[in-house]
């Protein structure tokens, strides 16, 4: 879902709001922005020990972000999208790779291997996302724009569907616990 990463400062000088150093200062607010948010939604997540409904809502932050962006010209609206899907992505993926190794198998060598798979699972988008952006589509990228909400909203199923699959697996293991009388130590939802 951060692919526009690599083009966004063609993007930001495709609005014409004056020479290339305006645009490349101009890219730096939503930036700064996703930074922050990042910061914010992960010290939230911590604090309420829960992954599935922040990564969601940010991912439908940057779905909102895109869809502007696709749905006008207006150069306003464009740079202000800009804010919420860079925040939206940025967000949602520093969440995604701490849950994901959180919620993996047991033991530290199932999680070590995990974490190294969804690491490279997640760089994959890297490799792919430029060839959503060709040149001729500059610069609105429509097409790119499209495959992003695509993306971001097959992550938001995906985070649906591991919230529920981990529910009901934590439900499992308090059944467990009170068999046993262990201590009952669930998955983050």
Not at 36 to 56: C, L, P, Q, T
Not at 130 to 148: E, G, K, S, V, W
Request: proline fraction near 4%; aromatic fraction near 14%.
């Amino acid at each position: 879902s951060y692919g526009f990463n690599n083009f966004f400062p063609t993007m930001v000088n495709g609005f014409g709001l004056g020479s290339r150093t305006t645009a490349l200062l101009l890219t730096a607010p939503p930036y700064v922005l996703g930074t922050a948010m990042s910061f914010f939604v992960a010290w939230s997540s911590d604090r309420r020990r829960e992954r599935g409904f922040h990564i969601m809502a940010n991912l439908c932050c940057s779905i909102t972000g895109f869809i502007i962006t696709v749905a006008t010209t207006n150069t306003a609206a464009r740079y202000t999208s800009a804010f919420l899907y860079t925040s939206g992505s940025f967000s949602a993926n520093a969440l995604v790779y701490t849950w994901a190794v959180s919620s993996l198998g047991q033991t530290p060598e199932k999680r070590a291997a995990g974490g190294a798979i969804v690491n490279i699972c997640g760089h994959i988008g890297n490799v792919i996302s430029p060839y959503f952006f060709p040149d001729r589509d500059a610069p609105r990228y429509t097409m790119a724009m499209i495959l992003q909400i695509v993306f971001a909203g097959l992550a938001f199923t995906m985070a649906a569907i591991s919230k529920m699959y981990l529910r009901k697996q934590n439900s499992k293991l308090r059944e467990l616990a009170n068999a046993d009388g262990r201590q009952f130590n669930p998955f983050t939802l």
